[in-house]
């Protein structure tokens, strides 16, 4: 199964362990050389996103992300794991589980929609 993984601050991180975070590196090698990493990257910043929508036929565009957030999604990751379990053990090792919060979602193949 393939899952995406938000990469998300946590703005009340007054709980975050990031000094025993694991290295991203680390994390991405293992992944990588496993073969379950299969893309990912960080984001631009939320001012530079638009959000879009079609209402009455005609294209809205607003500045920024719509939804008004002390959580920014910073990136994502897409992964291969056996089930969800596998999927969070893998998100527990990502450096951000342990400063800001990884969600972790099922990928639905389009022919299964």
Same mark, same amino acid.
């Given at each position: =199964?393939?899952? +995406? =993984?938000?990469?998300?601050?946590?703005?009340?991180?007054?709980?975050?362990?990031?000094?025993?975070?694991?290295?991203?590196? !680390?994390?991405?090698? !293992? +992944?990588?050389?496993?073969?379950?990493?299969?893309?990912?990257?960080?984001?631009?910043?939320?001012? $530079?996103?638009?959000?879009?929508?079609?209402? /009455?036929?005609?294209? +809205?565009?607003?500045? /920024?992300?719509? +939804?008004?957030?002390?959580?920014?999604?910073?990136?994502?990751?897409?992964?291969?794991?056996?089930?969800?379990? $596998? @999927?969070?053990?893998?998100?527990?090792?990502?450096?951000?589980?342990? /400063? /800001?919060?990884?969600?972790?979602?099922?990928? !639905?193949?389009?022919? $299964? @929609?």
């Amino acid at each position: =199964m393939q899952f +995406l =993984m938000f990469v998300v601050t946590d703005p009340d991180h007054t709980a975050a362990d990031v000094e025993s975070a694991p290295d991203v590196e !680390q994390w991405w090698t !293992q +992944l990588n050389d496993a073969g379950q990493w299969l893309a990912g990257d960080p984001l631009r910043p939320a001012p $530079e996103a638009r959000s879009v929508r079609v209402r /009455g036929g005609e294209v +809205l565009v607003t500045d /920024g992300p719509y +939804l008004e957030s002390t959580e920014a999604i910073v990136g994502f990751d897409v992964i291969k794991a056996a089930d969800i379990d $596998e @999927a969070i053990r893998i998100a527990a090792g990502h450096p951000m589980a342990w /400063g /800001g919060r990884i969600e972790v979602r099922p990928i !639905q193949p389009i022919d $299964e @929609a």
